[in-house]
C-alpha cells in the first residue's frame, strides 16, 4: 500500500508546518530589519501647492515669522525648478544644505550682534531644526528661507569681492579660494575639520554648536546699534515717541549730510540699510491726461464701430512670432484699426505672424495694462475682442471723471489711478517719478479722493482699525501675546499709554475701550514711510513689507490704503524744496524704531483717481479693467 493511501495514513507530519512557520519568522525579521533603515519618502509634488500659493498667488500667507528678503529671485528658482524642494532627500537635509548652513554660521561667527543672523534666518533655523511639527509644510518653508539665505549670502560675498574699497564694511566673513575649494577665512578652524553630521535625521543633521554658536537670535536680543542710531522703542507707559531732531522734527539744515556719528567719525547707520531704494534719478516724461483728447479718441472709436471694418477674433490657438494661422491676417488688421500696427500703403496681409506683428502686440499689450510679451493669449485676445461701442462707452464714462476734477491740477501733484495700479508725481506737466502700487481689494476698495499731502511720517505707528482688530488680530494676540508684542503691538488707553497684551487690556480693546498700535520698526505694518492724506475714508500711502505683490500684473490686495513700491524716492520728491532731502538723509531716518514726522511747507495735491481710459502724454489711449465694477459694462470686467 502506498504511504499517501488515506485508508492507511494513521499520523499527519509536522514537515509542512515547520516550513511554514520558518518562513513566516524569516519574512517577519526581514521586514523588521528593512524597517530599520526606511525612512518615509517625501511625494515629489507634494509641497507644490504651498509654494505656488506663498511665491506667486498669495504672498500675504507665508506661514514663518521670518520674512522672504528676495522673493523676485526665490520665485524665479522655484519657477525654473518646478516648484520642488531644493535641500531635502525625503523629509533629511541634504548633505548640500548642511554645508550651507556650515557657511551660514561661519559667516555669522565672531559677530553676534550682527544683522546676518536675521538676514540668514538663522535664529529660525535653530529653532525649527529642534523641533519638526507639521512636517510636510515645515519641509517647505525651511526650503524656501534656505534659498532666501543662499541668495543672500551669494550677492552679499559677491558686493564684497567687486567693492573692497570703497564699499562700507557689511558684518560678514568673505570667501577665499584654497585648494579645497572656496572657504570662509573667518571659519573657525574647528568647523573647517568637522565633518557634522549628514543631515539625515528628520531635520536635525545641522548642529551649530559645531560653530561653537549655542545660542539663537531674535527680535529682543539682536543688538541694533552697530546698524541703527541709537533710538530704543519706548515703554509701556510712554505716551509719545517724540523725535530726536529739533524743531519739526528735522535734522539740522546745514547744507551738509550732518548724521548721528560714532566715535571713529563714520555714521553710526554703519552702512546702507538693506533697504534702501539707492538714488532718485527724476523721470522726464509728459503727463497729458486730459479730457481734450479723449473726446478725440470718442469720436475715433464711434466712426470705427460705425464703418463696419471691426470684426472680432475668433476663438483659437494662442499666436506669436513665427506662427502662421489665418487668424494672424485678422490680427494684423484689427491693430491697424487700433493705431498699433504701422503697415504700408498696399502691403500684403500675410498669414505669418512676423516681428512687426510683434511690436504691434506688444504694444496693444502695453496700453491695456497686459503683460508685454507678444503672445496673443487668451487675456490678450479678451482685450482685442473689446468692440469700438464697448470703447466708446468706456470712454464717455472717463470724461465724466476727468471733468470732474480740476481743470489744472496743479504745478506739483500726486495721481494714484487704481486700475492702473499705478502712482505719478507730476511736476510741471512732465512725471518726474513712477510706480507700482497695491490697491484695495474689491470688498475694500480704494475710494476716489481729492486731498493733499499734510506730512511724512518716518518709521510710523499703526493704529489698528476696528474691523481688522476684532475680526484678525485680537484672535491671533489671545493666542500667542508675546510673539505680537515682539511685533510692536500693544493695547492703548485712554492717556495714550501703551501697555502688555495682556487678556484683561486685549478684552478692553475688544469691547471698545482701548485701541491698539503697532510701534514704529521693521515689522511694522505701514513699513517705514507714511504719507497722511486727510479724508474721510482713513486711506493713506505707505511703504509695505509684502514687496513681491509689486511684480504681478493684478496688485488689488489691500484693505483700501495704497501701498508704495519707492516710498522713499516719493519722500525725497516731496522734501526736496523743504531742504538738504536725499538718500542718505531718508535711509537715516528710516532705520530702529524712532518715528519722525515731518510737516509739509507746501501742501502737494492728491488724487486718486478711477480711470479705465486715458490719453497718456505720448498720445496713446489706455485700458484698463473695471476692478470694481463702477463703468456698468460687463464687456470691461474682466
Same mark, same amino acid.
Not at 535641500?87 to 550682527?114: C, E, H, M, R
Not at 509719545?240 to 563714520?266: C, E, I, K, V, W
Given at each position: 500500500m502506498s504511504y499517501f493511501n488515506p485508508?492507511?495514513?494513521?499520523? %499527519?507530519?509536522?514537515?509542512?508546518?515547520?516550513?511554514l512557520g520558518g518562513l513566516c519568522v524569516f519574512a517577519l525579521y526581514y521586514a523588521f530589519t528593512a524597517n530599520q533603515k526606511t525612512v518615509p519618502v517625501l511625494p515629489e509634488n507634494a509641497v507644490r501647492p504651498h509654494l505656488i500659493r506663498w511665491l506667486e498667488e498669495s504672498p500675504d500667507s507665508w506661514p514663518a515669522q521670518d520674512p522672504i528678503f528676495n522673493p523676485a529671485a526665490v520665485r524665479r528658482i522655484y519657477q525654473r525648478t518646478d516648484y520642488r524642494l531644493l535641500w531635502f532627500d525625503n523629509y533629511s537635509l541634504s548633505d548640500t544644505a548642511n554645508d550651507l548652513l556650515k557657511q551660514l554660521t561661519a559667516s555669522s561667527s565672531g559677530n553676534p550682534s550682527s544683522m546676518v543672523d536675521y538676514r540668514y534666518h538663522l535664529g529660525?533655523?535653530?529653532?525649527?531644526?529642534?523641533?519638526?511639527?507639521?512636517?510636510?509644510?515645515?519641509?517647505? +518653508?525651511?526650503?524656501?528661507?534656505?534659498?532666501?539665505a543662499f541668495v543672500s549670502y551669494a550677492q552679499d560675498t559677491q558686493l564684497d569681492k567687486l567693492n573692497p574699497k570703497n564699499r562700507p564694511r557689511r558684518d560678514i566673513t568673505p570667501v577665499s579660494a584654497s585648494e579645497g575649494g572656496f572657504q570662509l577665512v573667518g571659519m573657525p578652524q574647528a568647523l573647517r575639520q568637522s565633518s557634522g553630521d549628514s543631515g539625515r535625521r528628520y531635520f536635525r543633521g545641522y548642529n551649530r554648536a559645531d560653530g561653537n554658536r549655542s545660542t539663537y537670535y531674535t527680535r529682543d536680543n539682536i543688538d541694533r546699534s552697530r546698524h541703527y542710531s541709537t533710538y530704543n522703542r519706548p515703554s509701556y507707559n510712554s505716551s509719545t515717541n517724540a523725535s530726536r531732531f529739533a524743531s519739526g522734527g528735522l535734522?539740522?539744515?546745514?547744507?551738509?549730510?550732518?548724521?548721528?556719528?560714532?566715535?571713529?567719525?563714520?555714521?553710526?547707520?554703519?552702512?546702507?540699510? /538693506?533697504?534702501?531704494?539707492?538714488p532718485y534719478y527724476e523721470e522726464n516724461t509728459p503727463y497729458g491726461g486730459d479730457a481734450g483728447a479723449l473726446r478725440q479718441e470718442l469720436m475715433r472709436m464711434r466712426s470705427m464701430a460705425a464703418s463696419g471694418y471691426w470684426r472680432p477674433l475668433p476663438p483659437g490657438p494662442a499666436m506669436t512670432i513665427g506662427a502662421k494661422h489665418p487668424h494672424v491676417a485678422m490680427l494684423r488688421s484689427m491693430l491697424s484699426l487700433y493705431g498699433d500696427y504701422y503697415g504700408y500703403p498696399g502691403e500684403p496681409n500675410s498669414d505669418k505672424f512676423d516681428r512687426r506683428l510683434h511690436e504691434a502686440v506688444v504694444r496693444f499689450q502695453t496700453r491695456h495694462g497686459l503683460r508685454p510679451d507678444g503672445i496673443v493669449?487668451?487675456?490678450?485676445?479678451?482685450?482685442?475682442?473689446?468692440?469700438?461701442?464697448?470703447?466708446?462707452?468706456?470712454? /464717455?464714462?472717463?470724461?465724466?471723471?476727468?471733468?470732474?476734477?480740476?481743470?489744472?491740477?496743479?504745478?506739483?501733484?500726486?495721481? +494714484?489711478n487704481v486700475p492702473?495700479? %499705478?502712482?505719478h508725481y507730476v511736476e510741471d506737466d512732465r512725471i518726474r517719478l513712477s510706480m507700482n502700487v497695491v490697491v484695495g481689494k474689491k470688498k475694500h476698495a480704494t475710494p476716489e479722493i481729492t486731498t493733499r499731502v499734510s506730512k511724512v511720517i518716518f518709521n510710523p505707528t499703526w493704529t489698528v482699525p476696528r474691523s481688522i482688530l476684532v475680526n484678525e488680530l485680537l484672535p491671533k494676540a489671545r493666542a500667542?501675546?508675546?510673539?505680537?508684542?515682539?511685533?510692536?503691538?500693544?493695547?492703548?488707553?485712554?492717556?495714550?499709554?501703551?501697555l502688555p497684551l495682556t487678556p484683561k487690556n486685549l478684552s478692553a480693546a475688544g469691547a471698545g475701550s482701548y485701541l491698539m498700535r503697532q510701534m514704529g520698526g521693521e515689522d511694522n505694518i505701514l513699513g517705514r514711510v507714511k504719507f497722511e492724506i486727510p479724508n474721510k475714508y482713513d486711506v493713506y500711502l505707505h511703504d509695505t513689507r509684502a514687496r513681491s505683490l509689486f511684480s504681478l500684473t493684478d496688485r488689488d490686495y489691500s484693505h483700501g490704503c495704497i501701498r508704495l513700491e519707492h516710498p522713499r524716492h516719493l519722500a525725497e520728491a516731496l522734501l526736496r524744496p523743504q531742504g538738504n532731502w536725499d538718500q542718505w538723509r531718508i535711509d537715516q531716518l528710516t532705520v530702529g524704531d524712532e518715528t519722525t514726522e515731518v510737516e509739509m511747507e507746501e501742501k502737494v495735491p492728491v488724487y486718486i483717481t478711477y480711470w479705465t481710459a486715458w490719453v497718456d502724454g505720448e498720445g496713446r489711449l489706455n485700458f484698463r479693467p473695471d476692478i470694481y465694477g463702477k463703468d456698468g459694462l460687463m464687456d470691461n470686467q474682466f
Amino acid at each position: 500500500m502506498s504511504y499517501f493511501n488515506p485508508e492507511r495514513r494513521t499520523r %499527519k507530519s509536522p514537515l509542512p508546518l515547520l516550513l511554514l512557520g520558518g518562513l513566516c519568522v524569516f519574512a517577519l525579521y526581514y521586514a523588521f530589519t528593512a524597517n530599520q533603515k526606511t525612512v518615509p519618502v517625501l511625494p515629489e509634488n507634494a509641497v507644490r501647492p504651498h509654494l505656488i500659493r506663498w511665491l506667486e498667488e498669495s504672498p500675504d500667507s507665508w506661514p514663518a515669522q521670518d520674512p522672504i528678503f528676495n522673493p523676485a529671485a526665490v520665485r524665479r528658482i522655484y519657477q525654473r525648478t518646478d516648484y520642488r524642494l531644493l535641500w531635502f532627500d525625503n523629509y533629511s537635509l541634504s548633505d548640500t544644505a548642511n554645508d550651507l548652513l556650515k557657511q551660514l554660521t561661519a559667516s555669522s561667527s565672531g559677530n553676534p550682534s550682527s544683522m546676518v543672523d536675521y538676514r540668514y534666518h538663522l535664529g529660525y533655523f535653530d529653532r525649527t531644526l529642534r523641533d519638526t511639527p507639521q512636517r510636510l509644510q515645515m519641509a517647505a +518653508v525651511l526650503d524656501v528661507l534656505l534659498t532666501d539665505a543662499f541668495v543672500s549670502y551669494a550677492q552679499d560675498t559677491q558686493l564684497d569681492k567687486l567693492n573692497p574699497k570703497n564699499r562700507p564694511r557689511r558684518d560678514i566673513t568673505p570667501v577665499s579660494a584654497s585648494e579645497g575649494g572656496f572657504q570662509l577665512v573667518g571659519m573657525p578652524q574647528a568647523l573647517r575639520q568637522s565633518s557634522g553630521d549628514s543631515g539625515r535625521r528628520y531635520f536635525r543633521g545641522y548642529n551649530r554648536a559645531d560653530g561653537n554658536r549655542s545660542t539663537y537670535y531674535t527680535r529682543d536680543n539682536i543688538d541694533r546699534s552697530r546698524h541703527y542710531s541709537t533710538y530704543n522703542r519706548p515703554s509701556y507707559n510712554s505716551s509719545t515717541n517724540a523725535s530726536r531732531f529739533a524743531s519739526g522734527g528735522l535734522p539740522p539744515r546745514n547744507g551738509y549730510r550732518n548724521y548721528l556719528r560714532s566715535d571713529n567719525g563714520q555714521p553710526a547707520v554703519g552702512r546702507v540699510p /538693506e533697504h534702501s531704494e539707492g538714488p532718485y534719478y527724476e523721470e522726464n516724461t509728459p503727463y497729458g491726461g486730459d479730457a481734450g483728447a479723449l473726446r478725440q479718441e470718442l469720436m475715433r472709436m464711434r466712426s470705427m464701430a460705425a464703418s463696419g471694418y471691426w470684426r472680432p477674433l475668433p476663438p483659437g490657438p494662442a499666436m506669436t512670432i513665427g506662427a502662421k494661422h489665418p487668424h494672424v491676417a485678422m490680427l494684423r488688421s484689427m491693430l491697424s484699426l487700433y493705431g498699433d500696427y504701422y503697415g504700408y500703403p498696399g502691403e500684403p496681409n500675410s498669414d505669418k505672424f512676423d516681428r512687426r506683428l510683434h511690436e504691434a502686440v506688444v504694444r496693444f499689450q502695453t496700453r491695456h495694462g497686459l503683460r508685454p510679451d507678444g503672445i496673443v493669449g487668451r487675456e490678450t485676445r479678451k482685450r482685442l475682442n473689446l468692440s469700438p461701442t464697448a470703447r466708446a462707452q468706456i470712454i /464717455e464714462t472717463n470724461i465724466r471723471r476727468r471733468n470732474s476734477l480740476p481743470a489744472n491740477l496743479g504745478s506739483r501733484f500726486i495721481q +494714484v489711478n487704481v486700475p492702473e495700479y %499705478k502712482l505719478h508725481y507730476v511736476e510741471d506737466d512732465r512725471i518726474r517719478l513712477s510706480m507700482n502700487v497695491v490697491v484695495g481689494k474689491k470688498k475694500h476698495a480704494t475710494p476716489e479722493i481729492t486731498t493733499r499731502v499734510s506730512k511724512v511720517i518716518f518709521n510710523p505707528t499703526w493704529t489698528v482699525p476696528r474691523s481688522i482688530l476684532v475680526n484678525e488680530l485680537l484672535p491671533k494676540a489671545r493666542a500667542n501675546p508675546s510673539g505680537m508684542e515682539d511685533m510692536g503691538y500693544r493695547v492703548v488707553n485712554a492717556s495714550g499709554e501703551n501697555l502688555p497684551l495682556t487678556p484683561k487690556n486685549l478684552s478692553a480693546a475688544g469691547a471698545g475701550s482701548y485701541l491698539m498700535r503697532q510701534m514704529g520698526g521693521e515689522d511694522n505694518i505701514l513699513g517705514r514711510v507714511k504719507f497722511e492724506i486727510p479724508n474721510k475714508y482713513d486711506v493713506y500711502l505707505h511703504d509695505t513689507r509684502a514687496r513681491s505683490l509689486f511684480s504681478l500684473t493684478d496688485r488689488d490686495y489691500s484693505h483700501g490704503c495704497i501701498r508704495l513700491e519707492h516710498p522713499r524716492h516719493l519722500a525725497e520728491a516731496l522734501l526736496r524744496p523743504q531742504g538738504n532731502w536725499d538718500q542718505w538723509r531718508i535711509d537715516q531716518l528710516t532705520v530702529g524704531d524712532e518715528t519722525t514726522e515731518v510737516e509739509m511747507e507746501e501742501k502737494v495735491p492728491v488724487y486718486i483717481t478711477y480711470w479705465t481710459a486715458w490719453v497718456d502724454g505720448e498720445g496713446r489711449l489706455n485700458f484698463r479693467p473695471d476692478i470694481y465694477g463702477k463703468d456698468g459694462l460687463m464687456d470691461n470686467q474682466f
